[in-house]
C-alpha cells in the first residue's frame, strides 16, 4: 500500500508536526532563558560597576604599570606598549591567516576527495561487463519502509525492498502481474479449488544455511493465519496446511477462493526460516538471491549478493543500495552526478528533463489507482446525483494532460493489470452541463452551491486539489481543499469516516474487495457488488470470475461510487549502463535479481 | 560551588518538567502508532491488535511512568517503530547532525568575529555601514532560502560552480571521509553564513557596549590605537557575551537544523525526528525531544560555567556573597536587545 508508505518518508512538514516541534523547541529555549532569568539581576557585565570595575582595572593598571607614571616620561614606554601591540597584532594576523588556510586547505581536500572517489569509480572506462562481484549499484526510490517486519508492517515499499529478493514466495508473479512459478515448481488445484498441492524445488537453503523444505512452508502459513499477521485474510477460507513430505505442501481451504494462487506471489506466501531467531525489524533472513546488509529507515538499504543461492535467478550485481529521496531535486542531481544509477517514483514531469541528458526515462504499467474517494455513507455524497454532478465536472484528461501525460485513464476501480478489468473511462465524460443539471435536481444552485471539503494527505502533490477545486469551481461546487498529515489522515479519514471528499493513491493489485465492505472508509455498501464479489472469488472458473468482477465493478463505477482520476503509471529513469531494470509495477515488486551493469 | 550545585539542580528540575510537557503535548496529536502501522488495507480488529501489542491502549499515567523509569535508569527506550534502540538511533544521527552543527559554528565564528570586530574599528563609515546592513540582510535570509541559493551557486551538477556535492550523504558515512566532509559544506554554510550575521551583530554591540569604557580609554592611553584596543581589550570585555551568543547559537542549530537536514537530505536528527513524528512513533519522539532539551539546557549550563571561567568579576561577586550568574543572565539579556535593536 503506497500510501502507508508515503507518510513515512513524508519530507513536507505538516502544520501540526512543525508546530509541535516548534512549540516544545520555544518552551525549551523559554526554560532555559527562564533558568538564567529566575536570579535577580545584581551585577551585569556590562562594564563600569563600582568594585568589580575597579579590581579589573586594577589588573589593568598592573599590566601596563609605566603607564601610571605620568606624562612625563610617558613617550618612551607608551611606545614599547605600541610595539608589543603591533607585535601582538602580527601574531593575531599570523594565526588568522593560518586559520583561513587551514579552512580553504579542508574544502580543497575534500573536493579532491570527492574527485578521486569518482576518479577511482571502477565503471568509469573499463571495458567488457562488471564481473559481479566488483558490479555496483545504487537504485533511487522515493518510498522507504519504516522496519523490516514484513509481516507486521504495512506498506508497498517493504514489498519492494525485500519480497523477491530477500525474502521468496511460494509462487512468484511476472512483469505482467501472472503468476509463476517460485519456490513451489508446480502445484496441483483439486477440481472443487479447495486442496492446493505445492511441489517445492529441491535444494532450497536460506541464506543462514539452513534447508528450506516443506515444514518451513507450512510453519510461515500456520504462523501468518494464527497470528492474524498482516495479509492473513489474503488466504481466504483458510482452514489447514502441512507438509505432506518435505517437497510437498498441502494447503486446504474451506471453499474455494479463487484469488488465492496471486495472493501467494505476496507477503501470505512469504516462507521463513522456522529454525532461525532474529529481529524481524532490524533484520531479514530469507532463502533469496540478495542478503540484506544494512537499513536505514528513510535513508537506504544496501543488499549483497547471495553467494549460495540456490536457484537460477541468481544476482548479477554484487552490491546493490537503495537510496530513498523524499525531495525530487535532491534525487535527480543525484542521478546526474552519477550518485545513483536509477531512478523511480517521482512524477513525470519532474524527472522529463533527463531525457535529453542521455537517461532512459520510461513509464511502467501499474496497478496504483489515484481514487478521489467520496463518502457514501454521508449527506452531501450519499445523494448519487451529486456523486454524479462531480465525476460529470471532472475532466481527467487535462489532470492527466498536466502531470506529462504518461497516466492513463481509469474510470473505475480495476486497472489493466488486474482480472475482471474493463475501460470504464467513457462511462462519465467532461459534461459541466449535465453536472450542473444534476446538481440544480439535488437541491443545489448559484444562490445554494454546494460547499464540499476534499480531506488529503500531503503526501500528495496540491497540484491535484488545486486543479479540482477550479474543475469543481465550473459547474457551481465550493471544493475547500484540506491537506493533512498522513497520520491524522488516517485517524479522520479512514478511521473516523469523518470527510467529504479525500485523495488517495490505493496502489495494492487486487483489492476490488474495498467495494465490497461497507465498513470500509469509502462507506459503499451495495448488495449486489457485494453478492457478484463473493461469487467472483468462489468460482473456479477463471473467466467466469473475470466477468463476475468486471460486472461488480462497473456497478461500482455507474453508482458514482469514487471518481478514478487515473491509472498512476510510475516513471523510471536509468542510466544506459543499467540492464534489465523492472518498470512494471517496480513499487510493489522489484526482483533485483534481473538487473545487470554493462560496461562502457 | 554552591552556584554550580544550584545550576544542577535547576537543569534536573527543569528537565523533568519538560518531560511532562512533551509527553503531554504529543498525545494530543490525531492519529497513533497502530494505525500507521496498519496502513489502508487493516481492518479495525487488527488495528485494535496492534495497538494492544505495542502497549498504546495502557492508560496515559502508566506509560509516562514506564518512559520516565527507564530515563532515570538511562534508558531512552525502544523505538516502537523501527525496533531499534532510541538512544543508538540518536548516536547514528547525530555523526551527522554534530559535525555539521560544528561546522556551521565554525563558519558562524570565522564570519561574525572578524567582521563584528571590523564593524566598529573600521574607519571608513561606509564600511561600518555596509557591514551592518549586510549582517541585517543575511541575518534575515530565511534557511532554505539561503540553502536553495548555495545549491544553486555551488551545488555539483546544478550550480554554476558546480564544485560541492549539493544533497545528500554518502551511504558509506565517514567512512567516505572527504565525501562526508564535502556533503556537509554547503549545509554548515548555509547555516554558518546566517548564524555568522547575527553572531557579527551580537559581537558589534557588545564591542560598542564597551568602547567608550574606560578600559578601553585607559589602554588608549597606553598608546593603543582605538582598533588595537577594541582588538585586545574590548573583544575580552565581550568574551562573556560572545560566549554566550555561541552557545546558544550552537544548541540552537543542533536543535534547529530541520529545515537544512531536509533541504540537503542529510540523515540527521531533525529529519529523524520528523520522520518518527510523522509515524507517530512517539516513544521515541519524546526521547529524541527529551535528548535535544537536555542539550539546550546544558549548554546554557556550560556557558554560564564558562562566564565564571572567563570573566574574574562573577568571581569576585560570587565570593562576595551576590549570585553571580545575574550579571551573565543580564548580559545575555543586554546583548540580545543590542543585537536584535
Same mark, same amino acid.
Given at each position: 500500500?503506497?500510501?502507508?508508505?508515503?507518510?513515512?518518508?513524508?519530507?513536507?512538514?505538516?502544520?501540526?508536526?512543525?508546530?509541535?516541534?516548534?512549540?516544545?523547541?520555544?518552551?525549551?529555549?523559554?526554560?532555559?532563558?527562564?533558568?538564567?532569568?529566575?536570579?535577580?539581576?545584581?551585577?551585569?557585565?556590562?562594564?563600569?560597576?563600582?568594585?568589580?570595575?575597579?579590581?579589573?582595572?586594577?589588573?589593568?593598571?598592573?599590566?601596563?604599570?609605566?603607564?601610571?607614571?605620568?606624562?612625563?616620561?610617558?613617550?618612551?614606554?607608551?611606545?614599547?606598549?605600541?610595539?608589543?601591540?603591533?607585535?601582538?597584532?602580527?601574531?593575531?594576523?599570523?594565526?588568522?591567516?593560518?586559520?583561513?588556510?587551514?579552512?580553504?586547505?579542508?574544502?580543497?581536500?575534500?573536493?579532491?576527495?570527492?574527485?578521486?572517489?569518482?576518479?577511482?569509480?571502477?565503471?568509469?572506462?573499463?571495458?567488457?561487463?562488471?564481473?559481479?562481484?566488483?558490479?555496483?549499484?545504487?537504485?533511487?526510490?522515493?518510498?522507504?519502509?519504516?522496519?523490516?517486519?514484513?509481516?507486521?508492517?504495512?506498506?508497498?515499499?517493504?514489498?519492494?525492498?525485500?519480497?523477491?529478493?530477500?525474502?521468496?514466495?511460494?509462487?512468484?508473479?511476472?512483469?505482467?502481474?501472472?503468476?509463476?512459478?517460485?519456490?513451489?515448481?508446480?502445484?496441483?488445484?483439486?477440481?472443487?479449488?479447495?486442496?492446493?498441492?505445492?511441489?517445492?524445488?529441491?535444494?532450497?537453503?536460506?541464506?543462514?544455511?539452513?534447508?528450506?523444505?516443506?515444514?518451513?512452508?507450512?510453519?510461515?502459513?500456520?504462523?501468518?493465519?494464527?497470528?492474524?499477521?498482516?495479509?492473513?485474510?489474503?488466504?481466504?477460507?483458510?482452514?489447514?496446511?502441512?507438509?505432506?513430505?518435505?517437497?510437498?505442501?498441502?494447503?486446504?481451504?474451506?471453499?474455494?477462493?479463487?484469488?488465492?494462487?496471486?495472493?501467494?506471489?505476496?507477503?501470505?506466501?512469504?516462507?521463513?526460516?522456522?529454525?532461525?531467531?532474529?529481529?524481524?525489524?532490524?533484520?531479514?533472513?530469507?532463502?533469496?538471491?540478495?542478503?540484506?546488509?544494512?537499513?536505514?529507515?528513510?535513508?537506504?538499504?544496501?543488499?549483497?549478493?547471495?553467494?549460495?543461492?540456490?536457484?537460477?535467478?541468481?544476482?548479477?550485481?554484487?552490491?546493490?543500495?537503495?537510496?530513498?529521496?523524499?525531495?525530487?531535486?535532491?534525487?535527480?542531481?543525484?542521478?546526474?552526478?552519477?550518485?545513483?544509477?536509477?531512478?523511480?517514483?517521482?512524477?513525470?514531469?519532474?524527472?522529463?528533463?533527463?531525457?535529453?541528458?542521455?537517461?532512459?526515462?520510461?513509464?511502467?504499467?501499474?496497478?496504483?489507482?489515484?481514487?478521489?474517494?467520496?463518502?457514501?455513507?454521508?449527506?452531501?455524497?450519499?445523494?448519487?446525483?451529486?456523486?454524479?454532478?462531480?465525476?460529470?465536472?471532472?475532466?481527467?484528461?487535462?489532470?492527466?494532460?498536466?502531470?506529462?501525460?504518461?497516466?492513463?485513464?481509469?474510470?473505475?476501480?480495476?486497472?489493466?493489470?488486474?482480472?475482471?478489468?474493463?475501460?470504464?473511462?467513457?462511462?462519465?465524460?467532461?459534461?459541466?452541463?449535465?453536472?450542473?443539471?444534476?446538481?440544480?435536481?439535488?437541491?443545489?444552485?448559484?444562490?445554494?452551491?454546494?460547499?464540499?471539503?476534499?480531506?488529503?494527505?500531503?503526501?500528495?502533490?496540491?497540484?491535484?486539489?488545486?486543479?479540482?477545486?477550479?474543475?469543481?469551481?465550473?459547474?457551481?461546487?465550493?471544493?475547500?481543499?484540506?491537506?493533512?498529515?498522513?497520520?491524522?489522515?488516517?485517524?479522520?479519514?479512514?478511521?473516523?469516516?469523518?470527510?467529504?471528499?479525500?485523495?488517495?493513491?490505493?496502489?495494492?493489485?487486487?483489492?476490488?474487495?474495498?467495494?465490497?465492505?461497507?465498513?470500509?472508509?469509502?462507506?459503499?455498501?451495495?448488495?449486489?457488488?457485494?453478492?457478484?464479489?463473493?461469487?467472483?472469488?468462489?468460482?473456479?472458473?477463471?473467466?467466469?470470475?473475470?466477468?463476475?468482477?468486471?460486472?461488480?465493478?462497473?456497478?461500482?463505477?455507474?453508482?458514482?461510487?469514487?471518481?478514478?482520476?487515473?491509472?498512476?503509471?510510475?516513471?523510471?529513469?536509468?542510466?544506459?549502463?543499467?540492464?534489465?531494470?523492472?518498470?512494471?509495477?517496480?513499487?510493489?515488486?522489484?526482483?533485483?535479481?534481473?538487473?545487470?551493469?554493462?560496461?562502457? | 560551588?554552591?552556584?554550580?550545585?544550584?545550576?544542577?539542580?535547576?537543569?534536573?528540575?527543569?528537565?523533568?518538567?519538560?518531560?511532562?510537557?512533551?509527553?503531554?503535548?504529543?498525545?494530543?496529536?490525531?492519529?497513533?502508532?497502530?494505525?500507521?502501522?496498519?496502513?489502508?488495507?487493516?481492518?479495525?480488529?487488527?488495528?485494535?491488535?496492534?495497538?494492544?501489542?505495542?502497549?498504546?491502549?495502557?492508560?496515559?499515567?502508566?506509560?509516562?511512568?514506564?518512559?520516565?523509569?527507564?530515563?532515570?535508569?538511562?534508558?531512552?527506550?525502544?523505538?516502537?517503530?523501527?525496533?531499534?534502540?532510541?538512544?543508538?538511533?540518536?548516536?547514528?544521527?547525530?555523526?551527522?547532525?554534530?559535525?555539521?552543527?560544528?561546522?556551521?559554528?565554525?563558519?558562524?565564528?570565522?564570519?561574525?568575529?572578524?567582521?563584528?570586530?571590523?564593524?566598529?574599528?573600521?574607519?571608513?563609515?561606509?564600511?561600518?555601514? /555596509?557591514?551592518?546592513?549586510?549582517? !541585517? @540582510?543575511?541575518?534575515?535570509?530565511? +534557511? =532554505?532560502? $539561503?540553502?536553495?541559493? *548555495?545549491? #544553486?551557486?555551488?551545488?555539483?551538477?546544478?550550480?554554476?560552480?558546480?564544485?560541492?556535492?549539493?544533497?545528500?550523504?554518502?551511504?558509506?558515512?565517514?567512512?567516505?571521509?572527504?565525501?562526508?566532509?564535502?556533503?556537509?559544506?554547503?549545509?554548515?554554510?548555509?547555516?554558518?553564513?546566517?548564524?555568522?550575521?547575527?553572531?557579527?551583530?551580537?559581537?558589534?554591540?557588545?564591542?560598542?557596549?564597551?568602547?567608550?569604557?574606560?578600559?578601553?580609554?585607559?589602554?588608549?592611553?597606553?598608546?593603543?590605537?582605538?582598533?588595537?584596543?577594541?582588538?585586545?581589550?574590548?573583544?575580552?570585555?565581550?568574551?562573556?557575551?560572545?560566549?554566550?551568543?555561541?552557545?546558544?547559537?550552537?544548541? /540552537?542549530?543542533?536543535?534547529?537544523? !530541520? @529545515?537544512?537536514?531536509?533541504?540537503? +537530505? =542529510?540523515? $540527521?536528527?531533525?529529519? *529523524?525526528? #520528523?520522520?518518527?513524528?510523522?509515524?507517530?512513533?512517539?516513544?521515541?519522539?519524546?526521547?529524541?525531544?527529551?535528548?535535544?532539551?537536555?542539550?539546550?539546557?546544558?549548554?546554557?549550563?556550560?556557558?554560564?560555567?564558562?562566564?565564571?571561567?572567563?570573566?574574574?568579576?562573577?568571581?569576585?561577586?560570587?565570593?562576595?556573597?551576590?549570585?553571580?550568574?545575574?550579571?551573565?543572565?543580564?548580559?545575555?539579556?543586554?546583548?540580545?536587545?543590542?543585537?536584535?535593536?
Amino acid at each position: 500500500m503506497s500510501t502507508d508508505n508515503k507518510s513515512e518518508s513524508s519530507a513536507t512538514p505538516s502544520t501540526a508536526e512543525s508546530s509541535t516541534a516548534e512549540s516544545s523547541d520555544t518552551a525549551s529555549s523559554a526554560t532555559a532563558q527562564k533558568q538564567g532569568g529566575t536570579q535577580t539581576p545584581a551585577a551585569s557585565s556590562k562594564p563600569a560597576t563600582g568594585s568589580l570595575d575597579a579590581s579589573l582595572s586594577a589588573k589593568a593598571k598592573k599590566t601596563k604599570k609605566p603607564a601610571g607614571a605620568g606624562t612625563a616620561g610617558a613617550s618612551a614606554t607608551s611606545a614599547t606598549t605600541t610595539a608589543s601591540v603591533t607585535r601582538r597584532n602580527r601574531i593575531i594576523a599570523i594565526v588568522a591567516l593560518v586559520v583561513v588556510i587551514a579552512v580553504v586547505a579542508v574544502f580543497l581536500i575534500a573536493r579532491r576527495g570527492t574527485n578521486v572517489n569518482s576518479g577511482t569509480n571502477p565503471n568509469a572506462n573499463a571495458a567488457a561487463t562488471v564481473p559481479v562481484d566488483d558490479a555496483e549499484i545504487t537504485i533511487g526510490m522515493v518510498l522507504s519502509p519504516t522496519n523490516l517486519d514484513i509481516r507486521t508492517q504495512s506498506g508497498s515499499s517493504l514489498d519492494q525492498l525485500l519480497i523477491g529478493n530477500v525474502y521468496e514466495p511460494l509462487v512468484s508473479r511476472d512483469e505482467n502481474n501472472a503468476v509463476q512459478p517460485g519456490l513451489a515448481s508446480s502445484w496441483d488445484v483439486s477440481d472443487d479449488g479447495t486442496v492446493y498441492t505445492f511441489h517445492l524445488n529441491s535444494g532450497i537453503t536460506f541464506s543462514n544455511g539452513d534447508a528450506l523444505d516443506a515444514d518451513d512452508v507450512a510453519w510461515s502459513i500456520s504462523e501468518l493465519e494464527n497470528n492474524q499477521y498482516k495479509d492473513y485474510d489474503a488466504i481466504a477460507n483458510y482452514e489447514s496446511v502441512e507438509a505432506v513430505d518435505s517437497d510437498t505442501v498441502r494447503l486446504t481451504l474451506s471453499a474455494p477462493y479463487s484469488q488465492l494462487l496471486w495472493n501467494l506471489t505476496g507477503r501470505a506466501g512469504l516462507v521463513f526460516d522456522q529454525d532461525a531467531s532474529y529481529d524481524a525489524k532490524t533484520q531479514a533472513i530469507g532463502s533469496g538471491p540478495y542478503l540484506l546488509e544494512k537499513f536505514t529507515a528513510n535513508d537506504s538499504a544496501q543488499l549483497t549478493a547471495n553467494k549460495d543461492y540456490w536457484g537460477a535467478n541468481k544476482a548479477q550485481i554484487g552490491t546493490v543500495t537503495i537510496k530513498y529521496y523524499s525531495d525530487a531535486n535532491a534525487a535527480i542531481n543525484a542521478i546526474r552526478s552519477g550518485d545513483i544509477q536509477t531512478l523511480s517514483g517521482f512524477d513525470y514531469t519532474q524527472v522529463s528533463p533527463l531525457k535529453d541528458e542521455g537517461f532512459n526515462v520510461e513509464a511502467g504499467d501499474d496497478t496504483d489507482k489515484m481514487v478521489l474517494a467520496f463518502n457514501n455513507a454521508r449527506s452531501p455524497l450519499n445523494d448519487i446525483r451529486v456523486r454524479q454532478a462531480i465525476r460529470y465536472a471532472i475532466d481527467e484528461d487535462d489532470i492527466i494532460a498536466a502531470r506529462g501525460g504518461v497516466d492513463t485513464a481509469l474510470g473505475g476501480p480495476i486497472p489493466s493489470l488486474d482480472p475482471g478489468y474493463e475501460d470504464l473511462a467513457d462511462l462519465y465524460p467532461h459534461d459541466v452541463d449535465k453536472a450542473k443539471e444534476l446538481l440544480s435536481e439535488a437541491g443545489y444552485g448559484a444562490d445554494n452551491p454546494l460547499k464540499i471539503t476534499l480531506t488529503y494527505a500531503n503526501i500528495y502533490s496540491s497540484e491535484i486539489g488545486d486543479a479540482l477545486t477550479s474543475q469543481l469551481a465550473d459547474a457551481g461546487i465550493e471544493l475547500t481543499v484540506n491537506q493533512v498529515e498522513f497520520s491524522t489522515w488516517l485517524s479522520d479519514v479512514y478511521t473516523n469516516h469523518d470527510y467529504d471528499l479525500s485523495l488517495v493513491d490505493h496502489n495494492e493489485s487486487h483489492d476490488f474487495g474495498q467495494w465490497a465492505n461497507p465498513d470500509y472508509y469509502y462507506g459503499y455498501d451495495n448488495a449486489q457488488v457485494q453478492e457478484d464479489y463473493t461469487k467472483a472469488l468462489a468460482s473456479t472458473d477463471e473467466s467466469e470470475t473475470d466477468s463476475l468482477l468486471a460486472q461488480a465493478a462497473r456497478q461500482v463505477s455507474e453508482d458514482a461510487a469514487a471518481d478514478w482520476l487515473f491509472n498512476f503509471r510510475v516513471v523510471s529513469v536509468w542510466s544506459g549502463k543499467v540492464q534489465g531494470f523492472p518498470v512494471n509495477m517496480n513499487q510493489a515488486y522489484l526482483p533485483l535479481w534481473q538487473i545487470s551493469l554493462l560496461q562502457g | 560551588m554552591t552556584f554550580v550545585l544550584k545550576r544542577c539542580a535547576a537543569f534536573v528540575v527543569a528537565l523533568i518538567v519538560q518531560s511532562a510537557a512533551i509527553f503531554v503535548c504529543l498525545r494530543i496529536l490525531p492519529g497513533d502508532l497502530a494505525m500507521v502501522v496498519g496502513g489502508t488495507s487493516s481492518t479495525p480488529e487488527q488495528v485494535a491488535r496492534i495497538r494492544q501489542q505495542l502497549g498504546l491502549d495502557q492508560p496515559y499515567p502508566v506509560q509516562y511512568w514506564n518512559w520516565l523509569s527507564g530515563i532515570l535508569h538511562g534508558d531512552l527506550g525502544t523505538a516502537q517503530l523501527s525496533g531499534a534502540s532510541v538512544a543508538g538511533e540518536i548516536a547514528d544521527r547525530l555523526q551527522v547532525t554534530l559535525p555539521l552543527a560544528l561546522m556551521g559554528l565554525a563558519v558562524a565564528l570565522a564570519i561574525g568575529l572578524p567582521l563584528g570586530v571590523l564593524s566598529v574599528t573600521s574607519r571608513s563609515a561606509r564600511v561600518r555601514r /555596509g557591514l551592518q546592513i549586510a549582517a !541585517i @540582510v543575511a541575518g534575515s535570509i530565511p +534557511a =532554505l532560502w $539561503g540553502g536553495l541559493l *548555495l545549491i #544553486m551557486l555551488l551545488g555539483r551538477g546544478v550550480g554554476l560552480l558546480g564544485v560541492l556535492p549539493s544533497q545528500g550523504f554518502p551511504v558509506r558515512g565517514w567512512h567516505a571521509f572527504g565525501r562526508a566532509l564535502s556533503s556537509l559544506a554547503l549545509p554548515a554554510l548555509s547555516v554558518g553564513i546566517i548564524a555568522g550575521a547575527e553572531f557579527m551583530r551580537y559581537t558589534r554591540s557588545a564591542l560598542l557596549e564597551v568602547r567608550d569604557s574606560d578600559y578601553l580609554a585607559q589602554a588608549m592611553a597606553c598608546g593603543m590605537t582605538r582598533a588595537q584596543a577594541v582588538r585586545t581589550v574590548g573583544l575580552r570585555l565581550a568574551a562573556p557575551q560572545i560566549v554566550s551568543v555561541a552557545g546558544l547559537t550552537f544548541a /540552537g542549530m543542533l536543535t534547529g537544523v !530541520i @529545515v537544512v537536514e531536509n533541504l540537503f +537530505a =542529510l540523515p $540527521g536528527l531533525a529529519t *529523524l525526528l #520528523m520522520d518518527d513524528l510523522g509515524n507517530r512513533d512517539l516513544l521515541a519522539v519524546q526521547s529524541e525531544l527529551l535528548v535535544l532539551t537536555a542539550f539546550f539546557l546544558f549548554m546554557g549550563l556550560v556557558v554560564d560555567l564558562v562566564h565564571h571561567a572567563l570573566d574574574p568579576r562573577l568571581k569576585a561577586a560570587a565570593s562576595g556573597g551576590a549570585d553571580g550568574a545575574d550579571g551573565v543572565a543580564d548580559g545575555t539579556d543586554g546583548a540580545r536587545k543590542e543585537g536584535t535593536r
